[in-house]
């Protein structure tokens, strides 16, 4: 991805989020010239960082646990929608970019993705024609996307007709829980999608078979793992059913589910799969890399338990992203108001979560936070933290802050700077959401 050099030679100034106010514009690959350091109050709050350890440890981790299940992954790319941090992923060996939209396709093609897989159906008259002349134009660009009905394969049929490419357009047979999102809800819908694509040969091509475990709950956890590895198994058995019929184009079979927390169920039940072919398990975490401090660490601490293996690969994932702030206020003796807000933070899936403290000129390092603290509410530009009335918490000092879901924080922040363990901004990434 040699186009990434176009990202670290944009001009930035103090219009980005982040930056100090009154700085001269510089090209962004020399940020880490600057000697700005978080913790030196060299940069206004609230402020986004990447600790460059944790990236480091979590790619290897995954690469870890690649090798260890047989596996191949393709990132979920609309987590960070950061392509210094797909070409990190697939520096680290990921097979191809999982995208969602038209948009992030795009995005991923200028920069030089030559894998992708569309986590989606692909529809649309601008979508189709868009894919369909990257696919004339680079005969080495490769693109999956999904269909889980007859009359989304006829329209990619008709449209691959119209618009020949030399190649077929590989898709992925989707199936779907009741009540979930997309999908084919039973196998017989599923094989009657499948036999359209095989007709519409050689215009498109059958490669696997896909579906999305990460929305299924269940009223415990132990219940939820099990309707996951039953869903999986339904996949399975949609890929045998197929691979029976002499449905699949020919080449190894792609058998994909794709969330952030179950990853080793899927690599599970896939492996048990019955195909008759070779095959490819493709996991598409896109969380992994920056991990969160709450539901990914809680659904990772789920996985260990699930799978001793994984103990083996050492310590486990570890939170990369965190959000800094100032006291603004301490109005009452058990409150704080902070200077990061909905702007700056997710909050779909939980409130930031405190982690350090730091008081300028009188720490040596960050604290980390006792029982009793706690974010309650998230305004636009506010956040709302209960303390104990004992807390030394005060105006002026700084707190980091993880979060619950880190892909609804990245789209929050156009830049984010990569820092060391002492806080010193090394590099930035560029986001395009």
């Avoid at 109050?41 to 480091?56: H, N």
């Avoid at 449209?159 to 084919?184: Q, S, W």
């Avoid at 359209?196 to 990460?214: K, N, T």
């Amino acid at each position: 991805m040699a186009q990434i050099a176009e990202i670290e030679n944009l001009i930035v100034d103090d219009l980005v989020k982040g930056m100090p106010g009154g700085v001269d514009p510089f090209p962004l690959r020399e940020v880490g010239a600057k000697g700005w350091n978080i913790l030196a109050e060299d940069l206004p709050l609230p402020v986004a960082v990447l600790k460059r350890s944790a990236l480091f440890h979590n790619g290897r981790w995954m690469a870890d646990f690649l090798k260890l299940s047989g596996a191949v992954i393709a990132p979920h790319g609309k987590t960070t929608m950061s392509p210094q941090l797909f070409d990190r992923q697939l520096a680290d060996g990921a097979w191809a970019i999982t995208l969602a939209t038209v948009h992030q396709i795009q995005v991923a093609r200028h920069f030089g993705v030559d894998r992708i897989v569309l986590a989606n159906q692909l529809v649309g008259r601008q979508a189709i024609r868009y894919v369909l002349d990257e696919l004339a134009r680079d005969p080495g660009f490769e693109f999956y996307c999904l269909v889980d009905s007859v009359d989304g394969v006829e329209i990619l049929a008709r449209a691959a007709r119209a618009h020949p490419v030399a190649r077929p357009l590989n898709v992925l047979l989707e199936g779907g829980t009741f009540g979930g999102r997309t999908g084919c809800r039973d196998q017989a819908t599923a094989l009657e999608v499948a036999r359209a694509v095989a007709a519409a040969a050689p215009d498109l091509a059958l490669r696997g078979v896909e579906g999305f475990e990460g929305l299924i709950h269940g009223k415990t956890d132990a219940e939820q793992d099990q309707m996951v590895s039953e869903f999986v198994a339904f996949l399975a058995g949609i890929a045998g059913a197929c691979a029976r019929e002499g449905l699949f184009a020919d080449g190894p079979v792609l058998l994909s589910a794709g969330g952030s927390a179950f990853y080793d169920l899927v690599v599970d039940g896939f492996g048990r799969a019955e195909i008759g072919r070779e095959t490819i398990l493709l996991t598409r975490s896109g969380c992994y890399l920056t991990h969160d401090s709450a539901l990914y660490k809680d659904f990772f601490a789920r996985l260990e338990t699930r799978t001793p293996a994984v103990a083996q690969l050492g310590e486990g994932l570890k939170p990369a992203l965190q959000l800094w702030a100032y006291v603004q206020s301490r109005p009452e003796a058990e409150k704080t108001v902070l200077t990061l807000g909905r702007r700056d933070a997710s909050f779909d899936a939980g409130p930031p979560v405190p982690e350090l403290w730091f008081r300028p000129g009188t720490h040596a390092r960050p604290t980390p936070f006792g029982d009793g603290c706690k974010v309650t509410e998230l305004n636009d530009q506010h956040t709302h933290m209960t303390v104990p009335a004992e807390s030394p918490l005060a105006v002026g000092d700084m707190v980091a802050f993880g979060v619950s879901h880190p892909c609804t924080t990245f789209d929050k922040w156009q830049y984010m700077f990569i820092v060391d363990d002492n806080y010193r901004v090394v590099s930035a990434i560029r986001t395009f959401f």
